[in-house]
């Protein structure tokens, strides 16, 4: 019995993960670079001033909330919310948010919300900042991130149900690569190099099982999070199908009850002693934003926000609630949506690492390309093994169409991919500031050049091809550094200098991943593509035996 269900488990395994392999290459690709998505944001936006976050004292926030409230009444004497956002770090301090306000007005008959308008305001003077270069458009790492889950030129439904199927997918293949390989944690301790699909499975366990919690936690909190995206049956029975049915839920979920916005006007307390508080309460630096809004039949309120940094509940950051009138602390409100909706931002927040700092997101990246790693060593694996089958059969040179394809997609994806990352990072630097659908550009160069790069991997021998696309990744990488220093003024000396550590860490992450990748096409070449002297006695490689 016990034979038999590995003999099951492993037939799964393999082809659950080969008919996926491939778009899980992508997803974990895309999916690690989001882990530093506000940093590629950052250096794909050149123009965006250097800002230098400095702490700040008491008497600054007091300053600058007397300011905000002046600009507020003078702006909007009528409004429905006033908000005032207070320097801080933000994103767990990958960012900054500047001082600055924004205003709501009364929302017209028949509409929920009235419109919104923002302002930056100078921190000394509570001027409006006006005159600053406009950064250029792009898809950012928020482009990259997104394809993650919703892949790219398809509606957002679809893309993230195929992403869903292929999540539960390479559930089911890591359970049962659990299962098949009864010494799994054995094998982990076990390397044998040059010794073609021996060393090739004997990476993938080794992979497998040096990061199993985190592969199994990124794919099962992948499918939580989503859950009514992906199995909306449980919600379309209770609340009806279709958006009439969606509105029913979410009123009830996040517990809206029509409150009717109405005007406000400035609060008779004193509103920069409850900053204070705030400040005394939660210490330096951590004191986000207030909100003043008033509901009808309700005291005008005040909403101090905490920045919300290193929390696993992104959506409900702390906060301290006062009455406008007499300045008197309020009773936290319940929490939006119950413990449902705490579980899912937790596993949100474990998926992408939001509560990480610098190094835990480092960490989140390195498993990441890991588990690129992994995908890749089972799809070479699975190629390695047909074709040792055809040589043990005398088919050699005439292999299988479907054997040929599977060889030249694990080209062009495992070694294409990332030649198409480097290409969109290039885009950014070499296309047009004023040119229209710019960010799209962006994202149309990345999946050119990926497409080009299996047109390549079809038409050249196998073992060349592998071994030039990664020469090609390689230099593309250390090309993006360069077309920097040309394109702008934040080579690395200057970022270096300036302790801009977004740009230098950037471009020495470019010269990083280059290196890997050098040292990938050297290795290749030596196994793939033997000497003239020595190509008779070499045996069948593991990525393709076509040197010429």
Not at 381 to 405: C, I, N, P
Request: aromatic share 12%; with cysteine; charged share 15%.
């Amino acid at each position: 019995m016990g034979s038999s269900l590995r003999q099951s488990a492993a037939w799964l395994h393999t082809w659950s993960g080969l008919v996926v392999g491939w778009l899980l290459f992508f997803v974990f690709v895309t999916g690690t670079a989001g882990y530093f998505q506000h940093e590629i944001t950052r250096w794909m936006r050149p123009e965006q001033p250097l800002v230098q976050p400095q702490p700040h004292a008491q008497q600054d926030l007091r300053r600058m909330t007397a300011l905000g409230l002046e600009r507020l009444e003078q702006m909007a004497p009528e409004a429905s919310s006033w908000r005032i956002t207070l320097p801080h770090a933000s994103a767990g301090g990958r960012s900054w948010q500047e001082f600055g306000v924004r205003w709501q007005q009364v929302p017209e008959p028949g509409h929920e919300f009235g419109a919104s308008f923002t302002e930056r305001l100078d921190p000394l003077t509570g001027a409006v900042r006006l005159g600053e270069p406009e950064p250029r458009a792009t898809a950012g790492g928020y482009g990259l991130y997104r394809m993650h889950y919703v892949l790219h030129y398809m509606s957002y439904e679809w893309g993230m149900r195929i992403v869903g199927v292929c999540t539960m997918l390479m559930l089911i293949a890591i359970v049962t690569g659990v299962i098949t390989h009864k010494k799994i944690f054995a094998d982990f301790f076990t390397f044998r190099p040059g010794k073609g699909q021996r060393s090739w499975l004997d990476a993938h366990n080794a992979i497998s099982v040096m990061a199993l919690p985190f592969f199994l936690m990124i794919t099962y909190s992948g499918l939580v999070f989503f859950l009514f995206t992906y199995m909306p049956a449980g919600r379309e029975l209770l609340y009806g199908s279709g958006p009439a049915g969606n509105e029913s839920f979410y009123d009830e979920l996040f517990e809206r009850d029509g409150h009717k916005h109405v005007a406000i006007t400035l609060p008779a307390t004193d509103v920069a002693a409850l900053v204070t508080q705030a400040w005394e309460h939660w210490g330096e630096g951590q004191v986000a934003s207030l909100t003043i809004e008033r509901h009808e039949g309700e005291p005008t309120e005040i909403t101090i926000a905490r920045a919300n940094g290193g929390s696993l509940d992104i959506w409900n950051p702390p906060t301290l609630r006062f009455d406008a009138a007499t300045g008197q602390a309020l009773p936290a409100e319940p929490r939006v949506g119950g413990e449902a909706v705490r579980t899912q931002s937790v596993m949100l927040n474990l998926h992408e690492g939001l509560f990480a700092g610098i190094w835990g997101r480092w960490l989140y990246f390195v498993v990441g390309l890991l588990g690129c790693a992994m995908i890749g060593t089972g799809l070479v694996l699975w190629t390695v093994k047909r074709r040792k089958r055809h040589l043990a059969a005398g088919l050699e040179g005439s292999e299988s169409l479907g054997l040929r394809l599977v060889e030249r997609l694990n080209v062009a994806t495992i070694a294409g991919l990332p030649l198409a990352v480097a290409a969109y990072f290039g885009a950014n630097r070499l296309l047009s500031v004023e040119m229209a659908d710019r960010a799209a550009w962006e994202l149309h160069a990345l999946f050119a050049v990926w497409l080009g790069t299996l047109f390549y991997a079809l038409a050249r021998p196998l073992a060349r091809a592998w071994v030039e696309l990664l020469w090609g990744c390689s230099l593309a990488y250390a090309l993006v550094p360069v077309l920097n220093a040309l394109t702008t003024n934040r080579h690395l000396g200057q970022s270096l200098l300036a302790s801009d550590w977004v740009f230098a860490g950037f471009d020495l992450s470019m010269l990083a991943l280059a290196a890997v990748f050098a040292v990938m096409a050297v290795k290749v070449r030596r196994r793939v593509i033997p000497t003239q002297a020595s190509a008779q006695h070499m045996p069948q490689t593991a990525l393709g035996k076509e040197a010429v």
